[in-house]
């Protein structure tokens, strides 16, 4: 039998195409999964909306085995179900958090429960779970620090932060650790290791979901209200879907409802929230192609690279800058340079007989055509050094790939991170050459005026 050569063909083909790279392959007949849901089932859960399956792009995710509907609970998982600080108190953990002074954190009694568990085997009851938990992650602090390196700054001093956070709490947690000793026949020392506690405060950084905070004298006075939710936590991210998530007081499940629909065989998202790359990266360890939210961020330094270092005012342009909160979270996104960078630039770009009008420029005022100008100018500039900033950090990178093959997938998410900041900074340096049009037509226009006004007109143009 031929192959149809006509439109109707090309057009089935094509849709037949899309829908091979975008379906997922089940995987639910694989043991784990074939054991987790035995484990659910004992505890009251059976989903009859989604089954685990592999898609490209997003890897290991929850895939719609119905068409699912606006406003359809999605999945309701049991509180039996839940890994919570609950579950930890009611353990042979229990008695010694009860007794620890000072009370140690419901983050503690979390990851030290999965570490204890996992060192359990087939001991643990949380087993089943356990085995379907990532073996390793891909948040800054698990990276290599040449990869680190490679961040964008204000990722780069976040995720060095990360790192120095997670180091106090092994640190500060070890004396916890040794009171558990009589719970094993090993050296605790060689259970509770920093790279035990590194995955486990990783599992619960990134998949734990939010529940209403408890408040307990066992604990110290950090959030309770994290909770790890077994097969829910294999939903995978996107900005561009809206759930309702939150525990069912009278259900007493967790429950998701979705805001849009989703046809039969395709993956199923929910949204972590409405944030940019470097956040995605910071605390989930992945980036999100085409993010709505994504951004790239502008320093104090960039943000003063360009201007004249004579200008005797700029210290107090600053100063009114941090007082008012425009010095921080100042961006390049999808739709070009952010509100708050150019009212920033525009108050550095303040002559000294205009200086005076800096509340005007707050409020959102034009003071004048050169101010705004001159404005733009900067911005175009600080797109431009970002452009060859990045594509400079990419061919670093491309380098690396090829020499370090060890680190070829910390590089690669590394490489996603900048092309996708990369795609934003050109479409800023688009719309900032289309918002600097009315002025360069404005000059145009003041050229042919010059021949009959004389020099004097001339001047004044050549100024603005």
Not at 42 to 55: G, H, S, V
Not at 175 to 188: K, N, Y
Not at 259 to 265: L, V
């Amino acid at each position: 039998m031929k192959m149809g050569r006509g439109r109707t063909s090309r057009i089935r083909r094509r849709k037949l195409f899309r829908s091979s790279v975008s379906r997922g392959v089940n995987e639910s007949y694989k043991p784990e999964f074939i054991e987790l849901k035995k484990w659910l089932k004992d505890r009251k859960f059976e989903d009859t909306n989604l089954i685990p399956a592999c898609f490209p792009g997003t890897g290991r995710g929850l895939m719609s085995k119905t068409s699912l509907q606006e406003g359809q609970v999605i999945i309701s998982l049991p509180e039996s179900c839940l890994l919570t600080t609950d579950t930890v108190i009611r353990s042979y953990l229990g008695a010694y958090i009860a007794k620890w002074r000072p009370p140690p954190s419901p983050l503690l009694a979390l990851c030290t429960f999965l570490v204890s568990e996992k060192h359990a085997g087939d001991q643990s009851v949380w087993k089943p779970y356990l085995e379907i938990l990532p073996k390793a992650y891909t948040c800054p602090v698990c990276l290599e620090p040449e990869v680190v390196n490679l961040f964008p700054k204000p990722l780069r001093a976040k995720a060095e932060e990360q790192r120095a956070r997670v180091r106090e709490f092994f640190s500060s947690s070890r004396g916890f650790f040794s009171s558990l000793q009589p719970l094993f026949s090993e050296a605790v020392g060689s259970i509770f290791s920093y790279r035990a506690l590194l995955w486990a405060w990783c599992t619960v950084n990134t998949r734990a979901v939010y529940v209403k905070p408890r408040r307990r004298r066992c604990f110290s006075a950090e959030p309770d209200s994290c909770a790890l939710a077994p097969y829910l936590d294999l939903l995978n991210h996107s900005p561009r879907v809206q759930v309702e998530a939150a525990f069912n007081e009278e259900t007493r499940c967790y429950e998701i409802r979705t805001a849009s629909s989703c046809r039969k065989h395709e993956e199923v998202f929910i949204c972590y929230g409405p944030h940019d790359n470097q956040r995605l990266l910071l605390e989930y360890g992945f980036v999100s192609i085409r993010n709505p939210h994504a951004c790239v961020y502008v320093s104090e330094d960039i943000l003063v690279k360009y201007l004249p270092s004579t200008d005797k005012q700029m210290n107090k342009k600053i100063s009114i800058l941090k007082d008012h909160d425009f010095i921080e979270n100042l961006t390049f996104g999808w739709d070009g340079p952010s509100w708050k960078l150019l009212t920033a630039l525009k108050l550095l770009c303040l002559e000294a007989e205009e200086f005076t009008c800096w509340k005007k420029i707050l409020l959102g005022e034009i003071i004048s055509d050169t101010n705004e100008k001159r404005s733009l100018d900067i911005a175009q500039k600080i797109c431009h050094y970002f452009i060859e900033e990045t594509n400079a950090v990419l061919q670093k990178v491309s380098h690396m790939k090829d020499e370090e093959v060890a680190s070829v997938n910390q590089l690669t998410l590394v490489e996603t991170l900048w092309t996708e900041e990369l795609k934003i900074l050109q479409a800023s340096a688009l719309i900032l050459n289309s918002l600097q049009t009315p002025f360069r037509e404005s000059a145009s226009w003041g050229g042919v005026e010059r021949g009959d006004r004389g020099s004097e007109a001339g001047a004044q143009t050549h100024e603005l």
